[in-house]
């Protein structure tokens, strides 16, 4: 798949279908996140791969899906919930400032890489931090950025012309729906 196909394709899926990810893709994400530019090559990002199926029930109602979508929409029903997640961890101990920026390049690295192996994904910030850590017995130095959870996609969504409203919709189908500004709308200025 050649690159421009790949950013094109990238949409956030909500709902997948039960078949595992392997383990060496989800290694092959993070290492793709691993070599995203990172201010001063502080490189204070780490990660937490999820596979097992009784880890992943603990984590899933600390994650919050799809605010735009009505309530009975938003959340994944049983037997199409994610397969695995990646958290994304910040060591503060070596690094505490333009993590942000870090984090955002390291997360698309992660998303592109995703649809290359046909693994759909949504990045989630919305999400329990307090209750992750414990979970996961994660040491206070770590910020708690995001969750991405993983899966192969058993859902469909497509980008269409913005027209009024930047809200995402689903249709009778369950096809995603995802307004997108025209280019020639946010090319500011042309000097």
């Known amino acids: ?28 994400l993070i290492d793709f996140a691993r070599v995203a530019p990172m201010a001063t090559n ?19 109602p600390l994650v919050n899906w799809a605010a735009l979508l009505p309530k009975d929409e938003r959340t994944p029903e049983k037997g199409r919930e994610p397969t695995a997640y990646i958290i994304v961890l910040v060591n503060t101990e070596i690094k505490r400032t333009y993590v942000d920026f870090d984090v955002g ?20 910030g919305n999400i329990n931090a307090k209750k992750i850590r414990e979970l996961f017995e994660i040491p206070d130095y770590y910020d708690i950025k995001h969750v991405i959870s993983l899966g192969y996609p058993d859902e469909v969504a497509i980008i269409e012309p913005y027209k009024d409203s930047f809200n995402y ?15 020639n709308d946010i090319i500011f200025k042309i000097y």
């Open 1 to 28: 798949m050649e690159l421009e196909e790949i950013i094109f394709k990238r949409r956030t899926i909500r709902r997948f279908k039960q078949d595992p990810i392997p383990l060496d893709i989800l290694k092959k």
């Open 42 to 60: 502080r490189q204070a990002l780490e990660f937490i791969i999820i596979q097992k199926e009784d880890i992943r029930q603990k984590l899933f």
């Open 105 to 124: 390049a390291a997360v698309e690295n992660i998303l592109l890489g995703a649809v290359q192996f046909g693994i759909g994904c949504c990045w989630m």
């Open 169 to 183: 919709w689903k249709d009778e189908e369950g096809t995603i729906h995802v307004p997108k500004r025209d280019l």
